[in-house]
């Protein structure tokens, strides 16, 4: 799973969630209070050969919102992204925090995906066959 179709099923499930509150992702930024989700970080661990574990920390800024309107969307938003699991199957969410905001920033929900990754392996290259008189150098 790529980073984009994780964005991509982070959006749709706001949109179920939080009908009414718009996602911004590019474009005019809308006038009333808005989300704004975003790839905060990505770590790749390799566990054995060929295999990674990917954990990418997404953001989710609620923007133009009142603190407390906030505060209590902060479990269902846990939900929206607990719950994407069982949509797309092929990543879990291994943490999830809430951070008030700051100074001209809205707070932030911000979830941890995990998903593994096989990377291609090239195939094997074959040992020549010997025919009979040959020679090794």
Request: no cysteine; glycine share 10%.
């Amino acid at each position: 799973m790529s980073v984009q179709q994780l964005r991509e099923h982070i959006t749709s499930a706001l949109e179920r969630y939080f009908p009414d509150v718009p996602v911004y992702v590019n474009g005019e930024k809308p006038q009333t209070a808005y989300f704004y989700p975003g790839l905060i970080s990505a770590t790749l661990d390799r566990q054995r050969e060929g295999r990674y574990l990917a954990v990418y920390r997404f953001g989710i800024r609620y923007e133009q919102g009142s603190l407390l309107e906030a505060e209590r969307m902060a479990d269902k938003l846990s939900e929206a992204m607990a719950g994407m699991e069982q949509e797309g199957g092929s990543f879990r969410v291994a943490r999830q925090a809430w951070e008030a905001g700051g100074e001209g920033k809205g707070p932030l929900f911000t979830t941890d995906y995990m998903v593994y990754l096989q990377s291609e392996k090239p195939d094997p290259i074959k040992m020549g066959q010997m025919i009979g008189g040959e020679r090794l150098k």
